[in-house]
Structures are given as structure tokens and as C-alpha cells.
């Protein structure tokens, strides 16, 4: 493949989305997704589920969200099981994440989140939300995440999901981790994620408005269909 032929390619797989913005969310998104949610942590304080699953814009209704569960070998997100119980309740698809901290040992992070989290039908995969290396170099954080994904999947029996951003997974996973669904962050840019694999989720936005939530919240997309989603939930 010539330089040109390269670039071509490249401006063609990154083109520039198609976004509409909607004044009740506060920001614009990305067009030809049927599926949107949000994902919140302790950031969100107290929110109203009952007011997120009735909020409609046009064809844009919330419904799923991931939800921050624990973090490192032994925190817990304070909101967590109000908000893990509240989603249920309100009929919005839920999937719990861990923020892994790359300093602190695998094992023990899995077993963090697998002490806090019950996983049931028709909930979404597990995720692992790694984003810095905290002074770990990459062979051993890789090490070790793939520790905390390993326990992970041998115990709910389902493939867990990765969280990052574009340039996190290029520069320290790569395709060691390609076999994985993605859920990549990428914003303030008019693009698809600038990444040479595929993506299950698209964290399109952080500056995120909706009912029955004060602060701001991030958004997301499923890259599929509704079938494609059912078949991504646990059964």
C-alpha cells in the first residue's frame, strides 16, 4: 500500500460522523445508533431513575447504563447498589465496571469486584475500565489485567468488556486484547474512535445532560442493533 492509498484509507475508515444536537441533552450526538445510555458512578450523586427512563428526545431514549462498582483491591462506589437496584427497577439494561488501579494486584482487584457484583440475565457483560498504569510498566500491567480478566470470565462465565481510550489502547494493549468487546472513549471530535479494531461502545461525550441526574454525565452508543445487543447480555 502506497503513502497516498494509506492516507486515503485512513480519512475513509476515520470520517468525519454524522451528529445532531438535541438542546434537552446538552450536547450533540452521533447519528445511524438506535441504541443510547449513559454511565454514571458516585460523580452523579443521587439519580433519579425513574426520570432517566422516561426522558425522550425525538427518537433518543436511554437504555442502558454501566455503573461504576468498585475500584482497586477493596473500594466500593458508594452509590453503587442504589443505583445497580434503581436501573433494575426501571427497566434500564445494566452493566457494572471496575476501575482498575495498575499499581495494585490483579487477583485481588477481580476479587473486589466479584465480591460486590451479582450479575443476572439480561444484565450486561462485566467491564474492566483501565486508563493509566500508575507507574506499572506495560508488560506487568498487562499482566495484571489479564489476571483480573481471567478470574473475572471464569467466574460469571461471560467475556468481560474493556473500557479506555483510543490512544491508552494503542500505546499499551493492543492486539493481545483485540478478542475482547471494546468500549472506547473518544470525544470532542467529529469522528468514529481512530482505532484499527472493532468496538462494541462509543463514549461519545462527558458534557452529558439528563432528567433525574444533577451533574453531567457521559454518553454512549451501542454499535449494533437490538439483536446484536440481546446477544451481547448475559442469558
Known amino acids: 500500500m502506497t503513502a497516498a492509498t494509506w492516507m486515503i484509507w485512513q480519512w475513509t475508515r476515520y470520517r468525519k460522523a454524522k451528529f445532531t444536537r438535541y438542546p434537552e441533552f446538552g450536547i450533540a450526538i452521533p447519528e445511524n445508533y438506535s441504541i443510547h445510555g449513559i454511565d454514571v458512578s458516585k460523580y452523579q450523586s443521587i439519580v433519579a431513575w425513574e426520570e432517566v427512563k422516561a426522558m425522550q428526545v425525538k427518537e433518543i431514549r436511554l437504555g442502558f447504563a454501566f455503573i461504576k462498582a468498585t475500584e482497586g483491591i477493596a473500594n466500593t462506589d458508594p452509590n453503587f447498589k442504589r443505583n445497580w437496584k434503581k436501573a ?7 452493566g457494572a465496571y471496575h476501575f482498575f488501579i495498575g499499581s495494585k494486584d490483579g487477583r485481588m482487584q477481580a476479587e473486589n469486584f466479584i465480591d460486590k457484583v451479582e450479575l443476572e440475565p439480561g444484565d450486561m457483560p462485566p467491564v474492566l475500565d483501565v486508563e493509566q498504569l500508575n507507574g506499572n510498566s506495560a508488560i506487568e500491567f498487562k499482566k495484571e489485567i489479564k489476571e483480573w480478566l481471567d478470574i473475572v470470565e471464569n467466574h ?13 489502547y494503542k500505546r499499551n494493549l493492543g492486539s493481545e486484547f483485540d478478542s475482547y468487546s471494546l468500549w472506547v472513549a473518544h470525544y470532542y471530535q467529529m469522528q468514529q474512535p481512530r482505532i484499527n479494531r472493532g468496538w ?12 433525574g441526574i444533577i451533574n453531567k454525565v457521559d454518553f454512549n452508543v451501542f454499535n449494533g442493533d437490538s439483536a446484536e445487543f440481546r446477544n451481547l447480555l448475559i442469558e
Do not use: A, L, M
Open 200 to 211: 462494541s461502545f462509543w463514549q461519545h461525550s462527558d458534557e452529558g445532560r439528563v432528567n
Open 88 to 94: 433494575k427497577e426501571n427497566e434500564i439494561i445494566r
Open 156 to 168: 460469571y462465565g461471560v467475556k468481560p468488556i474493556i473500557y479506555t481510550n483510543v490512544d491508552f
